[in-house]
């Protein structure tokens, strides 16, 4: 049995007994989620693993049923002191997932946030309200998941499961709508969107899937296994925002004008910045090589230059060419 299971039936049995003043056997082996092992000898066990990692589990005898709960105290945490610089990083985590309302992650950070504000003073809630005066976030542009909440729940059960799924996937490129057999490794969130990580049956390689275009998922019964060896975060890691390919040396040049600028943000985790004498900057790249990089070149205009390699400078080249020619 995958140990995600274990935890995932645990976590639910905690959350009940987190409710509640104590549960029967029978009335635990219920709150059991379906598509998991729903017997007593199952639960018994889950339990003993609460108690063995920590969790003060009671059993109470009454007119010959054993209930099982949580110790007095436990269930109710009292409210933390939260210092300035703590409130400050909460205020600012419920607005930096803005872009995820609609999911799991943002309704229960939400729900976590909302029971902090219940507990704080009221000079702590004016502490709060302060630092909205203070602080602005701009998020950008990002797609909203609000209608897709369903579609993320499934996602998060296939993988949680290790379950493969069958999609129907709308290509953007291509422009047509086919249907897919996935094995779901991890939701992907970058540049205000939200993507899946999945090996696709069909094209027998890993590939990245907007979640937003996935039009309907279906869990199946049939386990898969993640391949020895693969890490999802070497997957992504040559793509500059989303677009995956071949790794390339670039090495670009920038302008005094947009040096101070450029230098001062992480653009990709290879980058490395030279300033020179005159103003200018220096900045070398191992990245994909995807129109997503000529883009991203072109997006400062004529205050850079591609120095290497030739092949990206024909492409810029020849990008600036259609654009100014659509202007004309």
Do not use: C
Request: glycine letters at 6%; proline letters at 5%; zero cysteines.
């Amino acid at each position: 049995m995958p140990r995600n299971d274990q935890i995932t039936r645990q976590w639910h049995l905690l959350r009940r007994l987190e409710n509640t003043h104590g549960l029967t056997l029978p009335e635990l082996v219920e709150a059991v989620p379906e598509d998991y092992p729903k017997n007593a000898r199952t639960v018994r066990r889950d339990l003993e693993a609460l108690e063995a990692v920590g969790f003060p589990l009671v059993t109470e005898h009454h007119h010959g049923q054993t209930r099982w709960r949580l110790i007095e105290g436990f269930r109710n945490i009292p409210a933390l002191g939260f210092s300035a610089t703590e409130l400050m990083a909460l205020t600012f985590s419920r607005k930096l997932l803005q872009p995820l309302e609609g999911t799991e992650i943002q309704a229960a950070l939400n729900s976590a946030l909302n029971k902090v504000a219940s507990a704080l003073p009221p000079q702590g809630h004016n502490y709060v309200r302060a630092l909205d005066n203070l602080f602005s976030i701009g998020l950008g542009p990002h797609k909203n998941y609000q209608q897709y909440t369903k579609t993320v729940d499934l996602i998060t059960q296939a993988i949680d499961k290790t379950r493969t799924a069958q999609i129907r996937y709308f290509s953007a490129s291509r422009n047509t709508t086919s249907r897919r057999e996935i094995d779901p490794y991890r939701l992907w969130y970058a540049s205000g969107g939200l993507y899946l990580i999945a090996y696709d049956h069909l094209r027998k390689d890993v590939r990245m899937f907007a979640v937003e275009r996935i039009r309907s998922i279906t869990l199946t019964d049939h386990p898969y296994q993640m391949p020895l060896g693969f890490d999802v975060e070497d997957y992504v890691q040559d793509a500059l925002m989303i677009m995956r390919g071949r790794r390339i040396d670039v090495e670009l040049l920038f302008s005094r004008k947009v040096a101070a600028w450029v230098k001062d943000k992480l653009w990709h985790s290879s980058q490395e910045t030279f300033p020179m004498k005159d103003g200018r900057l220096r900045m070398t790249l191992k990245v994909a090589d995807t129109d997503e990089l000529v883009g991203w070149i072109l997006s400062f205009g004529s205050k850079v230059r591609v120095v290497f390699p030739d092949s990206l400078r024909v492409k810029a080249r020849e990008e600036a060419k259609k654009v100014f020619g659509s202007y004309r």
